[in-house]
């Protein structure tokens, strides 16, 4: 995690056995001495991350995943999984943080966790840190390395990085429709849209894959750390949705966080990146310096940007659940149905404007 990155004290319903967590590491790690400072990081909706600093300074600095309270979709939150996927894929993409340690005994923290290296530099979230600036031509090029780095990502060679079984092969595109679709109507609250006109057009509308490639699933600028003064990328986090899929649907996935410039005031209100910046390429110039790094045609692209709208509402219909049942009372997840029927105008003007 970054230096620069939010922390605070760990929130009360969030918070675990510290003493039984740091008699487990000294168990499995080597090191380690006295009682460690244990903060918690404030970005994030799904995972919970929190630091741990032992006395010695940064080289005794770890990380800390683990799932949240309450309901969670059944693939969600596995952390034996994202500790494996980082593990197997870290020779072949150096941008993956080093994982430590996976505890998987219950006792220890109430359910799975693992620990991993503090990534130094910076995350850059909804605005820039105080003190820093980017001109037009430090913020393209940030944005050109947010698209670049995920092509690189996208051309890892999955055989050589003993990454076969981390998917299901072909048919994705299908599975990712039909999976969301069932996602989000069993986390919908009275609050929030149905979403069938546009779940039964993604269905209508639905490419073959274009490729099968390894996919980061959660791409934002957010979870890229950067050097601080060069924005070299020493790091890329959470890693618990990646997956073998679609390179196009990731892609579209990423842009339905991207807020431009141009963007009316509600997306301004839940952009997460700088991504508003003068000279920040828009969605368009992404999506056509993407296709040309990785010889695709953006075609299809409504579906690619519906969908991923789609499945951004969904995602947040998910945390907005756990928050409207009482599991959790996170402030931050308090008003996200809102966010979810944006979306969902957002999602019938797309389908609209392409006349499909």
């Not at 820093?132 to 670049?148: G, I, K, P």
């Not at 409207?324 to 997840?333: E, K, L, Y």
Request: glycine share 8%; with cysteine; charged share 25%.
């Amino acid at each position: 995690m970054s230096s620069e990155d939010k922390r605070g004290a760990v929130r009360a319903e969030d918070a675990f056995d510290v003493p039984r967590v740091d008699a487990w590491l000294k168990e499995h790690l080597d090191g380690l001495t006295g009682t460690p400072e244990v903060t918690q990081f404030s970005g994030g909706a799904s995972n919970l991350t929190y630091l741990l600093r032992y006395p010695g300074g940064p080289g005794a600095e770890l990380v800390l995943r683990r799932p949240p309270a309450g309901r969670k979709a059944s693939s969600a939150h596995d952390m034996a999984r994202e500790y494996r996927v980082q593990q197997r894929l870290k020779d072949a993409f150096p941008y993956v943080p080093t994982v430590r340690a996976l505890c998987q005994d219950p006792e220890v923290i109430g359910g799975d966790f693992y620990v991993m290296d503090r990534v130094p530099g910076i995350v850059l979230r909804g605005d820039l840190p105080a003190g820093m600036t980017l001109d037009r031509r430090r913020a393209r090029a940030l944005s050109e390395t947010y698209v670049d780095t995920l092509t690189d990502l996208h051309r890892v060679d999955v055989a050589a990085a003993g990454l076969t079984d981390l998917g299901k092969g072909a048919g994705y595109v299908q599975r990712q429709v039909e999976g969301w679709t069932h996602r989000y109507a069993l986390a919908r609250t009275w609050n929030t849209p149905g979403f069938s006109k546009v779940t039964a057009w993604l269905a209508a509308n639905r490419p073959d894959d274009v490729a099968t490639c390894v996919i980061h699933n959660d791409w934002r600028l957010d979870n890229i750390v950067l050097e601080p003064d060069t924005l070299r990328v020493t790091g890329v986090l959470d890693w618990e949705m990646a997956t073998l899929g679609d390179p196009l649907m990731d892609l579209g996935s990423a842009l339905a966080y991207w807020v431009q410039a141009d963007d009316d005031r509600m997306a301004q209100a839940t952009r997460r990146q700088p991504s508003h910046l003068p000279g920040m390429l828009t969605r368009a110039e992404i999506v056509e310096r993407y296709c040309d790094r990785m010889g695709l045609s953006a075609e299809n692209w409504t579906f690619y940007e519906v969908f991923g709208m789609f499945r951004l509402a969904a995602i947040a219909q998910q945390i907005y659940y756990r928050y409207h049942h009482g599991r959790t009372r996170n402030p931050a997840f308090r008003n996200l149905w809102l966010a979810v029927n944006y979306l969902h105008w957002r999602c019938r003007t797309a389908i609209r404007r392409a006349g499909r």
